[in-house]
Every structure is written in structure tokens, then in C-alpha cells.
């Protein structure tokens, strides 16, 4: 009777190591599986910065206008400033605008968000309106000058003004990316009874890889407040796995 007991739960123990082998196997198969991919349409935008002609700033090397501390712009507390990307141009009223960049801050700084690893950089936004520079230097600021958020479009630049966010378009699912959804679905905006939900995504730079691609789910009330409702990993670079960015 005991040799019978002994072979069953030998049998079951090995029984047991063949399905938890199986599930492993199986979740390792479905996290690196091709994920359906769902695009959606790219917004057209325009935007307008003429008027920083008259920023008092000059272009370096990187692109960048590098604004001295007396110039129109410096003496809003803008290192530097730049063009932002194309997809801002919802905003509403459409202020020229640009970023304004400063390397570091002092505690009665204020900014919008801030970029970099080791050597961070602080953004927020210089706009121009009735004929002179006005720094949007945190996110009351901005929801000051944009609130109320009343389209899709607004909603998506308002999004990625505020969070430094990515908006990712012509998403494609090439096998040699590590996949954890099974859904690859381009920055798009939905419209809930409270406001916009707004399918933005995440780059992990920093650090040492792997370097997570995440899905971030914002929420952008028409008062212009967010609220991050989810982040979900979607894919990494295994060839970035070793890669460490300070």
C-alpha cells in the first residue's frame, strides 16, 4: 500500500511538472506571438511660429534656439527653445508656440514636465499673444491659456503638451520585437462621458534595458485635468536588452 502511494504521487509530481512546463511555455510563446495591429489615420496640423523671429534667440548645432538671459525670451526663464512637433497643432486658441527648455531648476521653478536621465531638462512653453512672449510655466498654466478641451483633435495635443507622451502612427509588428499584448494599436482618442481618452505611449530610455515600449491611457477632462487611467507594456527591442542609457 505505501509502495502504491508512492509511485501515484511520484507520478503526480512529475504530472504536475509537465503542465507548469506546458504553461511556461505557452506564456512565453503568446508574449513574443505577432499582435494584431489596428491603425488609425494621422491628424493633419499646422503650426505657426513666425513670431518667434523676434525671439531674440540663435540656432546651435542641435537645432535648438539658445536664448541669452536679456533676449525677449531669456527673460522669461528660457535657456533654449524649439519647434514642437506637428502634433500639438490642435490646440486651441492656436498661439504660436514653442518649448522652452531649462537645464535645471531652482525650487520656486516651475515646469510642465521634465526629459533626460541623469541630466534632466525641465519643459514648458512660451506662447505669443496680443504682440509679446508669454511663458505657460506649468501645467495650470497651460490648462489656463487652452481649457476647455472641446475636440478630439485638442484633446490629443493637449495630451502630449501636458505629458511628453508619444504619439505613435503606421504602427507595424516586425518578429524580431518581444510582445506583450496582443493588441498594437496607433495613438488615437475616444470620446467618454467624462472627456477624451487619449491612446498614448511611453519609450523607457533610461537605465539599463530592457527598454519597455508602454501603452499609457490619459483622460483629459474639458477643464483641461488629466488622469493617467492605465500603462500596459507592449513590446521590446531585445537586441536593447544589454543597452544602458545614463
Not at 511556461?24 to 510563446?29: K, N
Not at 506662447?127 to 475636440?151: K, T, V
Not at 493637449?158 to 518581444?178: C, H, I, K, M, V
Request: glycine letters at 6%.
Amino acid at each position: 500500500m505505501i509502495q502504491s502511494q508512492h509511485i501515484f504521487f511520484n507520478r503526480f509530481s512529475w504530472s504536475l511538472k509537465l503542465v507548469i512546463l506546458a504553461a511556461m511555455i505557452i506564456l512565453a510563446v503568446g508574449c513574443s506571438s505577432t499582435p494584431q495591429v489596428i491603425n488609425h489615420p494621422a491628424p493633419q496640423f499646422s503650426l505657426n511660429t513666425t513670431a518667434f523671429d523676434q525671439s531674440g534667440c540663435s540656432e546651435d548645432q542641435n537645432g535648438r534656439q539658445v536664448c541669452p538671459a536679456d533676449s525677449p525670451v531669456g527673460r522669461l526663464g528660457c535657456e533654449q527653445i524649439s519647434t514642437p512637433g506637428m502634433y500639438l497643432g490642435g490646440l486651441e486658441p492656436a498661439y504660436p508656440l514653442n518649448v522652452c527648455w531649462i537645464a535645471q531648476t531652482t525650487g520656486d521653478s516651475q515646469y510642465v514636465y521634465r526629459e533626460g536621465c541623469l541630466l534632466p531638462q525641465y519643459l514648458s512653453y512660451v506662447i505669443w499673444e496680443n504682440g509679446s512672449f508669454r511663458r505657460l510655466a506649468d501645467q495650470n498654466d497651460l490648462r489656463a491659456a487652452y481649457a476647455p478641451i472641446l475636440s478630439k483633435n485638442e484633446a490629443l495635443s493637449y495630451a502630449l503638451a501636458a505629458t511628453g507622451l508619444a504619439a505613435y502612427f503606421d504602427l507595424q509588428a516586425p518578429s524580431n520585437l518581444r510582445y506583450f499584448s496582443e493588441r498594437l494599436e496607433d495613438t488615437h482618442v475616444e470620446v467618454s462621458p467624462e472627456g477624451y481618452l487619449v491612446h498614448l505611449y511611453h519609450y523607457q530610455l533610461c537605465g539599463c534595458g530592457p527598454h519597455t515600449t508602454t501603452a499609457v491611457e490619459i483622460l483629459v477632462r474639458q477643464d483641461g485635468r488629466l488622469e493617467e487611467l492605465s500603462r500596459s507594456p507592449v513590446y521590446e527591442d531585445p537586441e536593447q536588452d544589454g543597452l544602458c542609457i545614463d
